[in-house]
């Protein structure tokens, strides 16, 4: 090993600790075990490390170093703006730093933590404790804290209390021409299926499903509303549950695209026609206009959207402003899944 190139990567490996607790006693963290920091140290000693440098790299200022945390790198709605944001932040010369939290709260403090301590120019932050719809009071004073030192972007969600820049889309008018969209139709029995109940996206957009069903003069039938999760199997059994009714709406939005694609899985596999129902997804993700039936689906402006993220990152970086509350219209996207009774 040649000791005039040793990093914090070969100090970690050689102490068998992770880089992060290495950067932690270096920047002289309170995280970090006395008897772990004495091991770390002594293996600097060790490798003649030195320690003063480094911490003063580590605790310098990155006005290129973007964090971005996000609940699911396999959902293509997180994916997708993750992919854009990294691209046009590329172009601009920032470095950006992925960290997937599995929506685990524990993991979405060690990233806040990490991006904290590399003194990273901004976080964004999606999914997990921003779509709680009660997040706990350590979620918050944790978030409330990490801003004193740290600007974050909420991408699609927000937290009480904490005062961050927040873009998210306009979900109730994307469920509004949904539902408008159906009426038109000629369709006066819809469901919704799909999401969990404490999720903000979830919660909001069924109150806003019978808040809109309610302005149509149309049922609102508990039958027909049915929770599972997120996924495609979710999609699956919320449609399987579904079908147990005796009485059947004759269209069903899904909470997201991925819930419609589990419908049509769970129709198929019961050998009963899509086409006897009008499906209509949320989030237009990329496989929407390629299943079949290609799938009607509420576009969230993705570009409008990223274009707004990198404008509050460059407004942050620059030191012109951290950012406020940016809403962004959906757009309706028609396409085979739904059509006139």
């Known amino acids: ?87 046009r932040a590329f172009e601009k010369g920032y470095t950006i730093l992925l960290r997937n939290s599995m ?15 590399r003194r990273a120019a901004c976080i964004v932050f999606m999914g997990g404790r921003i779509n709680k719809t009660n997040p706990t009071d350590a979620e918050i004073n944790e978030m409330q804290d990490v801003l004193t030192r740290v600007p974050i972007i909420m991408v699609n969600g927000k937290m009480k209390g904490v005062k961050s820049a927040n873009i998210r889309t306009n979900e109730e008018e994307g469920i509004r021409s949904i539902v408008e969209h159906l009426v038109s139709l000629g369709h006066k029995k819809i469901g919704l299926i799909g999401g969990a109940k404490g999720i903000f996206p979830a919660d909001n957009k069924i109150i806003s499903f019978k808040r809109i069903l309610k302005d149509y003069d149309l049922e609102f039938n508990q039958d027909w509303q049915i929770f599972s999760d997120f996924t495609v199997e979710s999609g699956r059994e919320a ?27 769970e129709c198929r596999d019961q050998n009963i026609p899509i086409e006897k129902f009008s499906f209509v997804g949320f989030d237009d993700i990329y496989p929407s206009d390629i299943v079949y039936p290609s799938l009607t689906t509420v576009n969230h402006n993705y570009d ?35 059509k006139e009774l």
């Open 1 to 87: 090993m040649n000791l005039k190139n040793i990093t914090i990567y070969d100090i970690a490996k050689d102490a068998n600790v992770s880089p992060t607790t290495v950067s932690r006693v270096l920047t002289g963290s309170p995280l970090v075990k006395e008897s772990t920091r004495q091991k770390v140290l002594a293996k600097m000693k060790e490798l003649d490390f030195s320690p003063n440098e480094a911490a003063r790299r580590l605790t310098k200022p990155q006005a290129n170093l973007i964090g971005f945390i996000l609940p699911e790198i396999t959902n293509p709605f997180f994916s997708q703006i993750y992919m854009e944001v990294e691209k």
């Open 304 to 338: 409008v959207l990223v274009n707004e993220v990198m404008r509050t990152i460059d407004s942050i970086v620059s030191g012109k402003g951290k950012g406020k509350g940016k809403i962004i219209n959906t757009q309706l996207v028609i396409r085979e899944s739904t």
């Open 239 to 265: 449609m399987k549950k579904l079908l147990e009714n005796k009485s059947l709406p004759t269209a069903i939005i899904g909470i997201n695209d991925l819930i419609i694609y589990g419908a049509y899985k």
């Open 103 to 117: 929506s685990n709260s524990n993991l979405e403090s060690t990233h806040l933590r990490e991006f904290t301590e």
